[in-house]
């Protein structure tokens, strides 16, 4: 069997060739140009924003008021820090130490309370009252046993409390305080027993 080269059959398939060639050659961007453009024109109509359309109902925008306050309320925040506003006193050390060895309050028990309260207020702070635990909530927190700080700590079920008036190798507070061996007495406290160290206002 014998082919002949027909001219005109191959002039037709590269004429179909070059079409497909030049379509699939155009711009791959003008699909999705065109794709926009729909969208948009179903979007907005009249000069309005079809997908926000529930904003003009005054129904919907108060529906929607709640979720805007609590998106407003989780936001982060700077928090305040609290700051001491007081400071040791030294003059609650040299005033304790006027009464080492004696019993100045009268008391005949639980006295170490009315002690730092009557140091307190000659040297012209205001009282704690009596009780020995109530003073973790005096004045204002100290992060240390810093030398004229009040001390808080436990004992039993009560509580106890004095100056500080230094601190040994070990870290624990060397406090002034009264009902110590039914006296005012100097000594170290383990820190273990230590409830808070304030200081007083001003």
Same mark, same amino acid.
Request: overall charge positive.
């Given at each position: ?16 060739? @070059? /079409? *497909? ?10 699909? !999705?140009?065109?794709? =926009?453009?729909? +969208?948009? #024109? ?19 925008? @108060? /529906? *929607?008021a709640p979720a805007q306050r609590r998106a407003r309320r989780?936001? !982060?925040?700077?928090? =305040?820090?609290? +700051?001491? #506003? ?21 008391? *005949? ?46 004992r039993g079920r009560g509580g106890h409390v004095g100056v ?39």
């Amino acid at each position: 069997m014998r082919f002949y080269y027909q001219p005109a059959a191959v002039f037709v398939c590269s004429v179909v060739l @070059a /079409a *497909a060639a030049g379509s699939a050659s155009a711009n791959p961007q003008d699909g !999705a140009s065109h794709a =926009a453009e729909q +969208v948009q #024109s179903s979007v907005v109509s009249n000069g309005r924003d079809d997908r926000y359309l529930f904003l003009e109902s005054p129904q919907a925008a @108060a /529906a *929607a008021a709640p979720a805007q306050r609590r998106a407003r309320r989780t936001a !982060a925040k700077p928090r =305040a820090v609290a +700051v001491a #506003s007081g400071r040791p006193s030294p003059t609650l050390v040299s005033e304790a130490r006027k009464h080492l060895g004696t019993n100045p309050t009268g008391r *005949a028990r639980l006295w170490c309370g009315a002690f730092m309260d009557m140091v307190l207020r000659r040297t012209g702070h205001a009282g704690g009252g009596n009780v020995a635990r109530a003073y973790a909530s005096y004045g204002a927190r100290v992060s240390g046993p810093k030398v004229g700080a009040i001390a808080v700590l436990r004992r039993g079920r009560g509580g106890h409390v004095g100056v500080v008036a230094g601190v040994d190798p070990n870290g624990n507070p060397i406090l002034i305080s009264g009902n110590h061996g039914n006296t005012v007495a100097e000594a170290v406290y383990p820190r273990s027993r230590i409830i808070a160290y304030v200081v007083p206002e001003g």
